[in-house]
């Protein structure tokens, strides 16, 4: 654990804080696919996309802030964000989501690598 994970650990009272980013992620066919493993009480920061996509709940239960408004799914769910709002996810239980997006080219050279 480097010494940003160690304070942000301590400051957030042990519960995990994680961005968009740090989810693990495959490209298949054009499209992205982010998995969202969340120990209950863990947090995905607020963050947003110029891009609309799913979030597809398998298995637990969270809360989606999206502009403020707070919602709870229960898998199997499938979310839709629209692309520019701001959101952000609670995990209530054990959950694993994977959030889908199409991308493009210049991305898809970013991911592989390239």
């Known amino acids: 654990?480097?010494?940003?994970?160690?304070?942000?650990?301590a400051l957030s009272g042990g519960i995990k804080m994680m961005s968009h980013e740090d989810a693990e992620s495959f490209e298949i066919g054009g499209t992205l696919i982010k998995v969202?493993?969340?120990?209950?009480?863990?947090?995905?920061?607020?963050?947003?996309?110029?891009?609309?996509?799913?979030?597809?709940l398998g298995k637990g239960m969270i809360e989606i802030e999206v502009n403020g408004?707070?919602?709870?799914?229960?898998?199997?769910?499938?979310?839709?964000?629209?692309e520019g709002q701001h959101h952000g996810i609670t995990a209530l239980e054990d959950s694993t989501g994977f959030c889908v997006h199409a991308y493009s080219m210049a991305e898809a050279v970013a991911f592989k690598g390239n």
């Open 1 to 9: 654990m480097n010494s940003f994970d160690a304070i942000a650990n």
């Open 36 to 56: 969202m493993d969340l120990k209950k009480g863990d947090q995905v920061v607020t963050h947003s996309h110029p891009y609309t996509h799913a979030h597809i």
């Open 69 to 82: 408004k707070k919602t709870v799914y229960k898998a199997p769910a499938v979310i839709e964000i629209v």
